[in-house]
Protein backbone atom coordinates (compact mmCIF):
# COMPACT_ATOMS: atom_id res chain seq x y z
CA UNK A 1 0.00 0.00 0.00
CA UNK A 2 2.92 2.21 0.74
CA UNK A 3 4.28 1.50 -2.42
CA UNK A 4 1.26 2.71 -4.15
CA UNK A 5 0.77 5.64 -2.33
CA UNK A 6 4.45 6.54 -2.73
CA UNK A 7 4.16 5.93 -6.78
CA UNK A 8 0.89 7.90 -6.76
CA UNK A 9 2.67 10.71 -4.86
CA UNK A 10 5.78 10.83 -7.36
CA UNK A 11 3.22 11.38 -10.18
CA UNK A 12 1.30 14.10 -8.86
CA UNK A 13 4.26 15.36 -8.51
CA UNK A 14 5.80 15.15 -12.05
CA UNK A 15 2.32 16.21 -13.24
CA UNK A 16 2.86 19.65 -10.74
CA UNK A 17 6.28 20.00 -12.14
CA UNK A 18 5.08 19.61 -15.74
CA UNK A 19 2.36 22.27 -15.53
CA UNK A 20 4.19 24.60 -13.60
CA UNK A 21 6.86 24.00 -16.64
CA UNK A 22 4.29 24.68 -19.09
CA UNK A 23 2.75 27.76 -17.72
CA UNK A 24 6.50 28.91 -17.79
CA UNK A 25 7.46 28.19 -21.36
CA UNK A 26 4.50 29.51 -22.57
CA UNK A 27 4.95 32.86 -21.06
CA UNK A 28 8.35 32.72 -22.77
CA UNK A 29 6.72 32.29 -26.09
CA UNK A 30 4.44 34.80 -25.23
CA UNK A 31 7.55 37.09 -24.68
CA UNK A 32 9.36 36.01 -27.69
CA UNK A 33 6.92 36.16 -29.82
CA UNK A 34 6.02 40.02 -28.93
CA UNK A 35 10.04 40.77 -28.87
CA UNK A 36 10.73 39.33 -32.17
CA UNK A 37 7.35 41.49 -33.49
CA UNK A 38 9.22 44.44 -32.39
CA UNK A 39 12.66 43.77 -33.54
CA UNK A 40 11.07 43.38 -37.16
CA UNK A 41 9.46 46.14 -37.43
CA UNK A 42 12.03 48.45 -36.23
CA UNK A 43 14.27 46.81 -39.00
CA UNK A 44 11.84 47.04 -41.70
CA UNK A 45 11.66 50.83 -40.50
CA UNK A 46 15.33 51.36 -40.72
CA UNK A 47 15.17 49.44 -44.15
CA UNK A 48 12.81 51.78 -45.43
CA UNK A 49 13.99 54.57 -44.47
CA UNK A 50 17.49 53.69 -45.97
CA UNK A 51 16.00 52.91 -49.30
CA UNK A 52 14.75 56.62 -48.99
CA UNK A 53 18.08 57.91 -47.82
CA UNK A 54 19.89 56.20 -50.87
CA UNK A 55 17.00 57.27 -53.37
CA UNK A 56 17.46 61.17 -52.26
CA UNK A 57 21.03 60.99 -52.82
CA UNK A 58 21.17 59.58 -55.80
CA UNK A 59 18.42 62.34 -56.85
CA UNK A 60 20.97 64.97 -55.72
CA UNK A 61 23.77 63.07 -58.28
CA UNK A 62 25.06 64.81 -60.93
CA UNK A 63 23.58 63.71 -63.96
CA UNK A 64 25.36 65.57 -67.10
CA UNK A 65 23.23 63.56 -69.62
CA UNK A 66 20.13 64.51 -68.21
CA UNK A 67 20.49 68.39 -68.02
CA UNK A 68 21.79 68.51 -71.57
CA UNK A 69 18.59 66.79 -72.53
CA UNK A 70 16.66 69.50 -70.39
CA UNK A 71 18.83 72.26 -72.09
CA UNK A 72 17.79 70.79 -75.33
CA UNK A 73 14.31 70.14 -75.12
CA UNK A 74 13.96 73.77 -73.65
CA UNK A 75 15.52 75.01 -76.27
CA UNK A 76 13.49 73.27 -79.21
CA UNK A 77 10.56 74.58 -77.29
CA UNK A 78 11.46 78.43 -76.84
CA UNK A 79 12.19 78.27 -80.54
CA UNK A 80 8.74 76.97 -81.28
CA UNK A 81 6.59 78.81 -78.76
CA UNK A 82 8.85 81.70 -77.69
CA UNK A 83 10.78 83.16 -74.47
CA UNK A 84 7.00 83.72 -72.15
CA UNK A 85 6.23 79.57 -72.50
CA UNK A 86 6.01 78.23 -68.93
CA UNK A 87 6.83 74.48 -70.05
CA UNK A 88 10.09 75.82 -71.63
CA UNK A 89 11.11 78.10 -68.43
CA UNK A 90 10.55 75.08 -66.22
CA UNK A 91 12.80 72.86 -68.55
CA UNK A 92 15.20 75.58 -68.22
CA UNK A 93 14.58 75.96 -64.79
CA UNK A 94 15.59 71.91 -64.41
CA UNK A 95 18.16 72.35 -66.72
CA UNK A 96 19.88 75.19 -64.47
CA UNK A 97 19.44 72.80 -61.36
CA UNK A 98 21.43 70.14 -63.02
CA UNK A 99 23.93 71.63 -64.38
CA UNK A 100 24.80 73.38 -61.04
CA UNK A 101 24.72 69.57 -59.50
CA UNK A 102 27.69 68.72 -62.08
CA UNK A 103 29.67 71.87 -61.39
CA UNK A 104 30.25 70.89 -58.06
CA UNK A 105 32.17 67.48 -58.97
CA UNK A 106 34.97 67.59 -60.87
CA UNK A 107 35.26 65.33 -63.75
CA UNK A 108 35.51 65.37 -67.59
CA UNK A 109 31.99 66.81 -67.82
CA UNK A 110 32.73 70.08 -65.36
CA UNK A 111 33.74 72.62 -68.16
CA UNK A 112 31.32 71.89 -70.60
CA UNK A 113 28.84 72.26 -67.40
CA UNK A 114 30.35 75.44 -66.43
CA UNK A 115 29.57 76.74 -70.56
CA UNK A 116 26.55 75.29 -70.99
CA UNK A 117 25.20 76.93 -67.66
CA UNK A 118 26.72 79.96 -68.52
CA UNK A 119 25.21 80.13 -72.20
CA UNK A 120 21.45 79.67 -70.68
CA UNK A 121 22.21 82.46 -68.43
CA UNK A 122 23.07 85.08 -71.00
CA UNK A 123 21.19 83.99 -74.27
CA UNK A 124 18.40 82.14 -72.25
CA UNK A 125 14.95 83.58 -71.61
CA UNK A 126 14.80 87.33 -70.50
CA UNK A 127 13.53 86.20 -67.22
CA UNK A 128 16.23 84.20 -66.79
CA UNK A 129 19.44 86.12 -67.75
CA UNK A 130 22.11 87.01 -65.34
CA UNK A 131 25.06 88.08 -67.20
CA UNK A 132 27.54 88.57 -64.39
CA UNK A 133 26.43 85.45 -63.57
CA UNK A 134 26.98 84.12 -67.16
CA UNK A 135 30.43 85.46 -66.97
CA UNK A 136 31.34 84.00 -64.52
CA UNK A 137 30.49 80.67 -64.87
CA UNK A 138 31.63 80.96 -68.24
CA UNK A 139 35.40 82.44 -67.30
CA UNK A 140 35.71 79.00 -65.13
CA UNK A 141 34.62 76.78 -68.32
CA UNK A 142 37.41 78.27 -70.42
CA UNK A 143 39.97 77.94 -67.25
CA UNK A 144 38.91 74.11 -66.69
CA UNK A 145 39.42 73.78 -70.90
CA UNK A 146 43.02 75.53 -70.47
CA UNK A 147 43.61 73.01 -68.22
CA UNK A 148 42.24 69.83 -70.11
CA UNK A 149 44.42 71.44 -72.94
CA UNK A 150 41.19 71.56 -74.95
CA UNK A 151 41.29 72.86 -78.93
CA UNK A 152 41.48 75.96 -79.69
CA UNK A 153 38.13 76.14 -81.02
CA UNK A 154 36.59 75.12 -77.78
CA UNK A 155 38.89 77.54 -75.74
CA UNK A 156 38.23 80.55 -78.01
CA UNK A 157 34.52 79.42 -77.82
CA UNK A 158 34.75 79.73 -74.61
CA UNK A 159 36.33 83.34 -74.10
CA UNK A 160 34.47 84.53 -76.73
CA UNK A 161 30.98 84.07 -74.87
CA UNK A 162 32.13 85.47 -71.69
CA UNK A 163 33.51 88.48 -73.31
CA UNK A 164 29.75 88.75 -74.48
CA UNK A 165 28.00 87.76 -71.38
CA UNK A 166 30.79 90.89 -70.00
CA UNK A 167 29.91 93.32 -72.13
CA UNK A 168 26.02 93.00 -71.82
CA UNK A 169 26.80 93.56 -68.49
CA UNK A 170 28.76 96.36 -68.88
CA UNK A 171 31.97 95.21 -68.15
CA UNK A 172 33.75 96.45 -71.55
CA UNK A 173 37.89 96.07 -70.37
CA UNK A 174 36.95 92.10 -68.68
CA UNK A 175 34.71 92.03 -72.10
CA UNK A 176 38.01 93.31 -74.43
CA UNK A 177 40.84 91.01 -72.74
CA UNK A 178 38.19 87.79 -73.11
CA UNK A 179 37.87 88.54 -76.78
CA UNK A 180 41.58 89.42 -77.46
CA UNK A 181 42.07 86.07 -75.67
CA UNK A 182 39.47 84.13 -78.51
CA UNK A 183 41.21 86.16 -81.07
CA UNK A 184 44.92 85.09 -80.09
CA UNK A 185 43.50 81.41 -80.47
CA UNK A 186 41.49 81.96 -83.78
CA UNK A 187 41.32 84.57 -86.15
CA UNK A 188 37.25 84.45 -86.25
CA UNK A 189 37.62 86.18 -83.51
CA UNK A 190 39.87 89.09 -84.72
CA UNK A 191 37.55 91.10 -86.38
CA UNK A 192 35.27 91.37 -82.93
CA UNK A 193 38.84 92.54 -81.37
CA UNK A 194 39.45 95.22 -84.32
CA UNK A 195 36.04 96.79 -83.52
CA UNK A 196 37.17 97.07 -79.65
CA UNK A 197 40.01 98.79 -80.39
CA UNK A 198 37.91 101.26 -83.30
CA UNK A 199 35.35 102.28 -81.07
CA UNK A 200 37.64 102.58 -77.86
CA UNK A 201 35.28 100.01 -75.89
CA UNK A 202 37.25 98.79 -72.45
CA UNK A 203 40.46 99.85 -74.00
CA UNK A 204 42.08 102.97 -75.48
CA UNK A 205 41.15 103.68 -79.20
CA UNK A 206 44.12 102.77 -81.29
CA UNK A 207 42.73 103.03 -84.95
CA UNK A 208 46.24 101.29 -86.75
CA UNK A 209 46.63 98.73 -84.07
CA UNK A 210 42.58 98.08 -85.04
CA UNK A 211 43.68 97.80 -88.77
CA UNK A 212 46.90 95.39 -88.35
CA UNK A 213 44.73 92.93 -86.24
CA UNK A 214 41.98 93.67 -89.75
CA UNK A 215 44.59 93.10 -92.04
CA UNK A 216 46.19 90.00 -90.01
CA UNK A 217 42.56 88.39 -90.16
CA UNK A 218 42.18 88.94 -93.99
CA UNK A 219 46.07 87.46 -94.54
CA UNK A 220 44.03 84.22 -92.73
CA UNK A 221 41.22 84.23 -95.00
CA UNK A 222 38.93 86.45 -93.24
CA UNK A 223 36.44 88.58 -95.42
CA UNK A 224 36.82 91.05 -93.79
CA UNK A 225 37.21 94.00 -96.25
CA UNK A 226 34.12 95.88 -95.23
CA UNK A 227 35.50 96.62 -91.96
CA UNK A 228 38.98 97.11 -93.39
CA UNK A 229 38.14 99.94 -95.61
CA UNK A 230 35.67 101.73 -93.83
CA UNK A 231 38.02 101.58 -91.20
CA UNK A 232 40.64 103.46 -93.84
CA UNK A 233 37.69 105.86 -95.17
CA UNK A 234 37.81 106.94 -91.04
CA UNK A 235 41.28 107.46 -90.87
CA UNK A 236 41.70 109.45 -94.54
CA UNK A 237 38.55 111.41 -93.39
CA UNK A 238 40.36 112.09 -89.76
CA UNK A 239 43.20 113.43 -92.03
CA UNK A 240 41.16 115.75 -93.23
CA UNK A 241 39.53 116.86 -90.83
CA UNK A 242 36.02 115.55 -91.74
CA UNK A 243 35.95 112.54 -88.69
CA UNK A 244 33.32 113.85 -86.29
CA UNK A 245 30.41 113.81 -89.07
CA UNK A 246 27.51 112.41 -87.88
CA UNK A 247 27.02 109.56 -90.59
CA UNK A 248 30.30 108.38 -88.74
CA UNK A 249 29.11 109.05 -85.24
CA UNK A 250 25.93 106.62 -86.23
CA UNK A 251 28.02 104.27 -88.06
CA UNK A 252 29.98 103.83 -85.02
CA UNK A 253 26.64 102.89 -82.82
CA UNK A 254 25.88 100.63 -85.59
CA UNK A 255 29.31 98.92 -84.98
CA UNK A 256 28.46 98.42 -81.28
CA UNK A 257 25.11 97.58 -82.55
CA UNK A 258 26.23 94.89 -84.75
CA UNK A 259 29.05 93.30 -83.14
CA UNK A 260 27.03 92.09 -80.17
CA UNK A 261 23.77 91.38 -82.59
CA UNK A 262 21.38 94.03 -81.03
CA UNK A 263 18.04 94.19 -82.81
CA UNK A 264 18.76 97.79 -83.23
CA UNK A 265 22.09 97.48 -85.47
CA UNK A 266 20.14 97.59 -89.26
CA UNK A 267 17.66 101.39 -88.27
CA UNK A 268 21.55 102.72 -87.38
CA UNK A 269 22.83 101.19 -90.50
CA UNK A 270 19.90 103.14 -92.19
CA UNK A 271 20.50 106.42 -90.33
CA UNK A 272 23.70 106.27 -91.05
CA UNK A 273 23.99 105.94 -94.92
CA UNK A 274 21.01 108.89 -94.78
CA UNK A 275 23.63 110.87 -92.94
CA UNK A 276 25.66 110.75 -96.16
CA UNK A 277 28.58 108.07 -94.59
CA UNK A 278 29.82 106.18 -97.69
CA UNK A 279 30.95 102.83 -95.91
CA UNK A 280 27.15 102.73 -94.26
CA UNK A 281 26.01 103.48 -97.60
CA UNK A 282 27.69 100.58 -99.13
CA UNK A 283 26.99 98.20 -96.34
CA UNK A 284 23.55 98.48 -97.23
CA UNK A 285 23.42 98.27 -100.83
CA UNK A 286 25.12 94.59 -99.23
CA UNK A 287 22.12 94.58 -97.34
CA UNK A 288 19.50 94.96 -99.86
CA UNK A 289 21.57 92.73 -102.65
CA UNK A 290 21.28 89.87 -100.23
CA UNK A 291 17.23 90.46 -100.05
CA UNK A 292 17.61 91.26 -104.01
CA UNK A 293 15.82 94.31 -103.13
CA UNK A 294 18.18 95.74 -105.99
CA UNK A 295 16.19 99.52 -107.12
CA UNK A 296 16.05 100.14 -103.40
CA UNK A 297 19.72 99.77 -102.51
CA UNK A 298 20.95 100.98 -106.12
CA UNK A 299 21.33 105.03 -105.16
CA UNK A 300 22.89 104.21 -101.79
CA UNK A 301 25.78 102.29 -104.17
CA UNK A 302 25.84 104.83 -106.77
CA UNK A 303 26.60 107.59 -103.90
CA UNK A 304 29.32 105.51 -102.15
CA UNK A 305 30.83 105.04 -105.73
CA UNK A 306 30.66 108.60 -106.66
CA UNK A 307 32.58 109.10 -103.40
CA UNK A 308 35.22 106.64 -104.36
CA UNK A 309 34.51 104.38 -101.68
CA UNK A 310 36.24 101.25 -102.91
CA UNK A 311 34.30 98.62 -101.97
CA UNK A 312 31.69 100.45 -104.08
CA UNK A 313 33.89 99.98 -107.20
CA UNK A 314 33.64 96.02 -106.68
CA UNK A 315 30.12 96.05 -105.87
CA UNK A 316 29.30 98.13 -109.12
CA UNK A 317 31.55 95.41 -111.23
CA UNK A 318 29.83 92.80 -109.11
CA UNK A 319 26.23 94.00 -110.52
CA UNK A 320 27.33 94.09 -113.90
CA UNK A 321 29.66 90.33 -113.97
CA UNK A 322 26.27 89.25 -111.97
CA UNK A 323 23.66 90.50 -113.84
CA UNK A 324 21.77 92.22 -110.80
CA UNK A 325 19.60 95.14 -111.64
CA UNK A 326 21.19 95.32 -115.21
CA UNK A 327 22.07 93.23 -118.17
CA UNK A 328 25.58 91.17 -118.01
CA UNK A 329 27.88 93.77 -119.46
CA UNK A 330 31.83 92.09 -118.83
CA UNK A 331 33.02 95.32 -119.96
CA UNK A 332 31.79 97.39 -117.83
CA UNK A 333 32.42 94.82 -114.83
CA UNK A 334 36.21 94.92 -116.02
CA UNK A 335 35.69 98.47 -115.66
CA UNK A 336 34.79 98.60 -112.02
CA UNK A 337 36.73 95.68 -111.12
CA UNK A 338 40.05 97.43 -112.44
CA UNK A 339 39.10 100.10 -109.90
CA UNK A 340 38.91 98.65 -107.07
CA UNK A 341 42.08 95.82 -108.06
CA UNK A 342 44.25 98.50 -108.66
CA UNK A 343 43.68 99.93 -104.76
CA UNK A 344 44.32 96.35 -103.63
CA UNK A 345 40.70 94.84 -103.17
CA UNK A 346 41.60 91.30 -102.83
CA UNK A 347 38.06 90.00 -103.60
CA UNK A 348 37.86 92.27 -107.38
CA UNK A 349 41.70 91.16 -108.10
CA UNK A 350 39.99 87.45 -107.98
CA UNK A 351 36.91 88.55 -110.22
CA UNK A 352 38.82 90.78 -112.37
CA UNK A 353 41.47 87.67 -112.74
CA UNK A 354 38.58 85.34 -113.37
CA UNK A 355 36.85 87.46 -116.14
CA UNK A 356 40.43 87.16 -117.79
CA UNK A 357 40.55 83.42 -117.54
CA UNK A 358 37.39 83.11 -118.75
CA UNK A 359 37.87 84.74 -122.12
CA UNK A 360 34.89 87.30 -121.04
CA UNK A 361 37.00 89.99 -121.42
CA UNK A 362 40.32 90.44 -124.23
CA UNK A 363 43.95 91.56 -122.82
CA UNK A 364 45.61 94.35 -124.30
CA UNK A 365 49.04 95.53 -124.37
CA UNK A 366 50.13 92.42 -126.02
CA UNK A 367 49.41 90.07 -123.05
CA UNK A 368 47.59 86.86 -123.28
CA UNK A 369 44.17 86.34 -121.13
CA UNK A 370 46.06 83.37 -118.88
CA UNK A 371 48.75 85.97 -118.10
CA UNK A 372 46.55 88.93 -117.32
CA UNK A 373 44.23 86.56 -114.79
CA UNK A 374 47.86 85.09 -113.50
CA UNK A 375 48.84 88.23 -112.45
CA UNK A 376 45.66 89.28 -110.60
CA UNK A 377 45.26 85.93 -109.53
CA UNK A 378 48.59 86.71 -107.90
CA UNK A 379 48.13 90.05 -106.08
CA UNK A 380 44.92 88.87 -104.64
CA UNK A 381 45.98 85.59 -103.54
CA UNK A 382 49.55 86.91 -101.75
CA UNK A 383 45.74 88.97 -99.38
CA UNK A 384 45.63 84.76 -98.11
CA UNK A 385 41.97 84.84 -100.52
CA UNK A 386 41.73 81.09 -100.75
CA UNK A 387 39.91 81.22 -103.98
CA UNK A 388 42.36 83.13 -105.61
CA UNK A 389 45.40 80.59 -104.70
CA UNK A 390 43.03 78.04 -106.22
CA UNK A 391 42.30 79.53 -109.37
CA UNK A 392 45.88 81.07 -109.69
CA UNK A 393 47.04 77.55 -109.53
CA UNK A 394 44.49 76.35 -112.42
CA UNK A 395 45.52 79.29 -114.81
CA UNK A 396 49.41 78.33 -114.28
CA UNK A 397 48.10 74.88 -115.33
CA UNK A 398 46.33 76.26 -117.98
CA UNK A 399 49.46 78.12 -119.24
CA UNK A 400 51.55 75.51 -118.43
CA UNK A 401 49.45 72.89 -121.08
CA UNK A 402 48.85 75.64 -123.86
CA UNK A 403 52.60 76.02 -123.90
CA UNK A 404 53.36 72.10 -124.58
CA UNK A 405 50.40 72.32 -127.27
CA UNK A 406 51.98 75.40 -128.65
CA UNK A 407 55.20 73.45 -128.55
CA UNK A 408 53.59 70.07 -129.97
CA UNK A 409 52.51 72.10 -132.74
CA UNK A 410 55.80 73.94 -133.71
CA UNK A 411 57.83 70.20 -133.43
CA UNK A 412 54.88 69.07 -135.77
CA UNK A 413 55.35 71.94 -137.73
CA UNK A 414 59.24 71.36 -137.89
CA UNK A 415 58.81 67.40 -138.48
CA UNK A 416 56.82 68.42 -141.90
CA UNK A 417 58.99 70.97 -143.16
CA UNK A 418 62.03 68.70 -142.77
CA UNK A 419 60.18 65.78 -144.81
CA UNK A 420 59.11 68.56 -147.29
CA UNK A 421 62.98 69.53 -147.50
CA UNK A 422 64.14 65.75 -147.66
CA UNK A 423 61.58 64.87 -150.71
CA UNK A 424 62.70 68.13 -152.77
CA UNK A 425 66.58 67.31 -151.95
CA UNK A 426 65.67 63.33 -153.03
CA UNK A 427 67.86 62.78 -156.20
CA UNK A 428 65.80 61.88 -159.13
CA UNK A 429 65.64 57.94 -160.21
CA UNK A 430 67.87 56.59 -162.58
CA UNK A 431 66.59 54.87 -166.14
CA UNK A 432 65.98 51.31 -165.73
CA UNK A 433 67.45 48.41 -167.99
CA UNK A 434 64.61 47.13 -170.47
CA UNK A 435 63.96 43.65 -168.01
CA UNK A 436 64.27 45.48 -165.23
CA UNK A 437 61.43 48.12 -166.34
CA UNK A 438 59.31 45.19 -167.93
CA UNK A 439 59.81 43.84 -164.07
CA UNK A 440 59.14 47.07 -162.22
CA UNK A 441 55.48 47.33 -164.64
CA UNK A 442 54.72 43.69 -163.78
CA UNK A 443 54.91 44.16 -159.83
CA UNK A 444 53.18 47.78 -160.54
CA UNK A 445 50.11 46.07 -161.96
CA UNK A 446 49.95 43.30 -159.78
CA UNK A 447 49.85 46.00 -157.09
CA UNK A 448 46.92 48.25 -158.16
CA UNK A 449 44.18 46.82 -156.34
CA UNK A 450 46.10 46.05 -153.00
CA UNK A 451 47.28 50.25 -153.07
CA UNK A 452 43.92 51.88 -154.65
CA UNK A 453 42.81 52.93 -151.66
CA UNK A 454 46.07 54.08 -150.48
CA UNK A 455 46.69 56.21 -152.90
CA UNK A 456 43.52 58.32 -152.71
CA UNK A 457 45.22 59.42 -148.59
CA UNK A 458 48.11 61.47 -149.89
CA UNK A 459 48.26 63.32 -146.31
CA UNK A 460 50.10 62.40 -143.67
CA UNK A 461 48.66 61.60 -140.39
CA UNK A 462 48.45 64.95 -137.94
CA UNK A 463 51.03 64.32 -134.76
CA UNK A 464 48.83 66.38 -132.81
CA UNK A 465 45.42 64.61 -132.75
CA UNK A 466 47.11 61.22 -134.00
CA UNK A 467 44.48 60.92 -136.91
CA UNK A 468 41.13 61.68 -135.34
CA UNK A 469 40.83 64.81 -136.01
CA UNK A 470 39.23 66.28 -132.67
CA UNK A 471 40.41 68.96 -129.70
CA UNK A 472 43.44 67.44 -127.82
CA UNK A 473 43.14 70.71 -125.16
CA UNK A 474 43.10 68.83 -121.96
CA UNK A 475 42.89 70.20 -118.38
CA UNK A 476 43.12 67.95 -115.08
CA UNK A 477 41.00 69.95 -113.04
CA UNK A 478 38.56 70.19 -115.52
CA UNK A 479 36.36 67.50 -117.17
CA UNK A 480 39.02 65.88 -118.77
CA UNK A 481 39.40 66.60 -122.65
CA UNK A 482 37.95 69.01 -124.25
CA UNK A 483 34.16 67.92 -125.12
CA UNK A 484 32.94 69.28 -128.70
CA UNK A 485 34.27 72.36 -127.94
CA UNK A 486 33.37 72.86 -123.91
CA UNK A 487 35.18 72.56 -121.06
CA UNK A 488 32.92 72.06 -117.26
CA UNK A 489 33.10 75.34 -115.26
CA UNK A 490 35.33 74.45 -112.60
CA UNK A 491 34.18 77.16 -110.04
CA UNK A 492 31.04 75.51 -110.11
CA UNK A 493 31.90 71.99 -111.11
CA UNK A 494 29.60 72.15 -113.67
CA UNK A 495 26.48 72.63 -111.51
CA UNK A 496 25.92 76.29 -113.19
CA UNK A 497 25.46 77.04 -109.70
CA UNK A 498 27.05 79.19 -106.72
CA UNK A 499 25.47 78.79 -103.11
CA UNK A 500 26.20 82.28 -102.32
CA UNK A 501 24.75 84.26 -105.19
CA UNK A 502 22.21 81.36 -106.63
CA UNK A 503 24.15 81.72 -110.56
CA UNK A 504 27.63 81.04 -111.19
CA UNK A 505 29.18 84.19 -112.09
CA UNK A 506 31.92 82.49 -113.90
CA UNK A 507 29.80 80.35 -116.74
CA UNK A 508 26.70 82.09 -115.89
CA UNK A 509 24.46 79.39 -115.02
CA UNK A 510 25.71 77.58 -118.13
CA UNK A 511 28.08 74.86 -116.18
CA UNK A 512 30.68 74.79 -119.13
CA UNK A 513 32.99 77.00 -120.45
CA UNK A 514 34.11 77.56 -124.41
CA UNK A 515 37.62 75.52 -125.60
CA UNK A 516 39.75 78.51 -125.99
CA UNK A 517 42.12 76.31 -127.80
CA UNK A 518 39.61 75.15 -130.62
CA UNK A 519 37.47 78.50 -130.32
CA UNK A 520 34.50 75.88 -129.31
CA UNK A 521 34.42 73.46 -132.18
CA UNK A 522 35.74 70.61 -130.98
CA UNK A 523 38.28 70.34 -133.80
CA UNK A 524 41.79 69.62 -133.93
CA UNK A 525 43.37 72.96 -134.52
CA UNK A 526 46.46 71.59 -136.55
CA UNK A 527 44.48 69.86 -138.86
CA UNK A 528 41.30 71.47 -138.79
CA UNK A 529 39.58 68.19 -137.89
CA UNK A 530 40.81 66.09 -140.91
CA UNK A 531 43.60 63.97 -139.16
CA UNK A 532 45.99 64.08 -141.91
CA UNK A 533 48.26 67.29 -142.48
Same mark, same amino acid.
Given at each position: MSRVNSFLLAAVLVLTAFFIISCTSMEGIRDFSKNGIDTVSQGAESFSNNIKQQFASFQQRPNFSKAKRLDKQASE???????????????????????????????????????????????????????????????EAAEIYEKQKKKATILSAAYSDAGTAQYRSGDYNASFNNFKKASDLSSEYSVIEARFLWLGLGVKQDLPKAMDVLKGAALAGRDVWTDIYALDYQIQQGQK???????????????????????????? &?? /?? @?????? *? %??? +????? !????????????? &?? /?? @?????? *? %??? +????? !??????????????? /??YEKAATEGHSLAQNNLGSLYSNDKIAAGNGSSNREM????????????????????????????????????????????????????????????????????????????????????????????????????????????????????????????????????????????LVCTFCKGTGKCSRCGGKGVV
Open positions: RRQKYGDEDEQALNLYNQAIDEYRKCVTVSNGNTGEAYHNLGKILYTGPESLRNYSEAAQYLNGNSRSQGMSLYMDYLKAKTMGESDAAQI &LT /KS @ADSGWP *P %AQE +ELWSA !YRQSKDYAKGMPY &LQ /KA @AAANFI *P %AFF +EMGYM !YDAGLNAKVDYAQAA /KWASYWFKLSAEQGNADAIKNQKQVAKQIKMENTVEILNALAAVTSATADIANALEPSAQPASPSASAQQTAQNNSSTSRNASASSNTGKKCPLCLGNGKCTYYIKNYTGVCNKGKLACMPCNGTGKDDKRGVCIHCHGAGF
